[in-house]
């Protein structure tokens, strides 16, 4: 297997892709004299306000290193060890963080049946069982995640029905948004329509895979529900001492419309990507493409071929489907160049 070269943009990953220029001089900007660490700083105060901005003035907003320690603490923070959280069964916190949100939570995490990506309500209810039973967990957390991990977008419709489920049975709907940009320039939507305005508690916000050096956010919709967010965030150690430079990225991120041109055309980039492998005889895109991700199904024999010149995952072994994603620094060159790979190594 390749891996890419300084000179070569791969499809693997959104968090294969540089920084965004932007970006970098932001950081770059936040490199002057010395401010008080831990968040007690001007660079912070002001990405805060550029959350409120887009979410609205009454939220509670903490910065993170990663995306898991986003998703984990934000879970924590709304549970106890006796508690489930309810999620797909490909869910990013069920299947790629290693049991953190478990071992961390103490809570039951419960797949549920996914259906393009999706858990739908039907699922939901079946799973919301046991409630005032002391033998069972009680299921106290909706998870879904926007845009999901095929690849598609949950509709506004899909998220509130689940928002209100949740809500009306004493519970919470938590979203894992490292790819919320690419979900609300697909959508059409701003920030705070495609997540506070539909019922979502508490929001996991990406900028890693939208063009940011390192550095997560999670957006409290209740201020409330943060109460104990401070200590659960420096024992978890995701306190940043120099948060500025997390703080900073963010700012540039939300300023200008940067997260949407990002995700715009890193979006833009997957449809075309989808157009031209769509012509290879032998590739079968298998979920709509509706965000930055293109899965497809290639013969077996061609999985290695491409990886020779190009480093991907390949998403379900048995079924020979394998992930391609797009970045805000992908370019149609780069598709071109990718897809003759392609075709070459499909034709055998």
């Given at each position: 297997?390749?891996?890419?070269?300084?000179?070569?943009?791969?499809?693997?990953?959104?968090?294969?892709?540089?920084?965004?220029?932007?970006?970098?001089q932001?950081?770059?900007?936040?490199n002057q004299?010395?401010?008080?660490?831990?968040?007690?700083?001007?660079?912070?105060?002001?990405a805060?306000?550029?959350f409120?901005?887009?979410?609205?003035?009454?939220?509670?907003?903490?910065?993170?290193?990663?995306?898991?320690?986003a998703?984990?603490l934000?879970?924590?923070?709304?549970t106890r060890?006796?508690?489930?959280?309810?999620?797909?069964?490909?869910?990013?916190?069920?299947?790629?963080?290693?049991?953190?949100?478990?071992?961390?939570?103490?809570?039951?995490?419960?797949?549920?049946?996914?259906?393009?990506?999706?858990?739908?309500?039907?699922?939901?209810?079946?799973a919301?069982?046991?409630?005032?039973?002391?033998?069972h967990?009680?299921?106290?957390?909706i998870s879904?995640?926007q845009s999901?991990e095929?690849?598609?977008?949950?509709?506004?419709?899909?998220?509130?029905?689940?928002?209100?489920?949740?809500?009306?049975?004493?519970?919470?709907?938590?979203?894992d948004?490292?790819r919320?940009a690419?979900?609300?320039?697909?959508?059409?939507q701003?920030?705070?329509?495609?997540?506070?305005d539909?019922?979502?508690?508490?929001?996991?916000?990406?900028?890693?895979?939208?063009?940011?050096?390192?550095?997560?956010?999670?957006?409290?919709?209740q201020?409330?529900?943060?109460?104990?967010?401070?200590?659960?965030?420096?024992?978890?150690?995701?306190?940043?001492?120099?948060?500025?430079?997390?703080?900073?990225?963010?700012?540039?991120?939300?300023?200008?419309?940067l997260?949407r041109?990002?995700?715009?055309?890193?979006?833009?980039?997957a449809?075309?990507?989808?157009?031209?492998?769509?012509?290879?005889?032998?590739?079968?895109i298998?979920?709509?493409?509706?965000?930055?991700g293109?899965?497809?199904?290639?013969?077996?024999?061609?999985?290695?071929?491409?990886?020779?010149h190009y480093?991907?995952y390949?998403w379900?072994?048995?079924?020979?489907i394998?992930?391609?994603?797009?970045?805000?620094?992908?370019t149609?060159?780069?598709?071109?160049d990718?897809v003759?790979?392609v075709?070459?190594?499909?034709?055998?």
């Amino acid at each position: 297997m390749v891996q890419n070269s300084s000179g070569t943009r791969s499809f693997a990953s959104d968090n294969n892709a540089g920084v965004h220029p932007e970006i970098l001089q932001a950081i770059g900007r936040a490199n002057q004299g010395h401010v008080v660490a831990y968040g007690a700083d001007s660079y912070t105060r002001s990405a805060i306000k550029k959350f409120e901005e887009h979410f609205g003035q009454d939220i509670a907003v903490f910065f993170t290193f990663n995306g898991t320690g986003a998703n984990v603490l934000s879970l924590q923070a709304l549970t106890r060890p006796f508690h489930s959280i309810l999620c797909s069964a490909y869910a990013h916190i069920y299947t790629d963080e290693c049991g953190a949100p478990e071992k961390h939570t103490g809570c039951k995490l419960i797949p549920l049946p996914q259906e393009n990506g999706k858990i739908r309500l039907d699922s939901v209810r079946h799973a919301y069982h046991g409630i005032g039973d002391e033998h069972h967990s009680q299921p106290r957390v909706i998870s879904i995640t926007q845009s999901t991990e095929m690849g598609t977008v949950y509709r506004p419709e899909e998220i509130q029905a689940l928002s209100q489920f949740a809500h009306d049975n004493g519970m919470f709907l938590h979203m894992d948004g490292a790819r919320i940009a690419n979900a609300a320039a697909a959508l059409g939507q701003n920030l705070r329509q495609a997540t506070r305005d539909l019922g979502v508690d508490v929001l996991s916000f990406g900028g890693t895979k939208n063009g940011i050096l390192g550095g997560e956010a999670v957006v409290f919709f209740q201020p409330e529900l943060s109460q104990d967010f401070l200590y659960l965030r420096k024992q978890s150690m995701q306190l940043a001492s120099k948060m500025r430079f997390i703080a900073a990225q963010f700012e540039a991120l939300l300023t200008g419309d940067l997260w949407r041109r990002s995700a715009e055309h890193a979006n833009r980039m997957a449809r075309l990507l989808e157009m031209e492998v769509s012509r290879i005889p032998g590739v079968k895109i298998v979920w709509k493409v509706e965000a930055n991700g293109v899965f497809a199904q290639i013969p077996a024999h061609s999985i290695e071929k491409i990886n020779q010149h190009y480093f991907f995952y390949t998403w379900m072994e048995e079924e020979s489907i394998v992930r391609w994603m797009c970045s805000f620094d992908t370019t149609e060159e780069d598709v071109r160049d990718f897809v003759k790979v392609v075709a070459e190594a499909v034709k055998g």
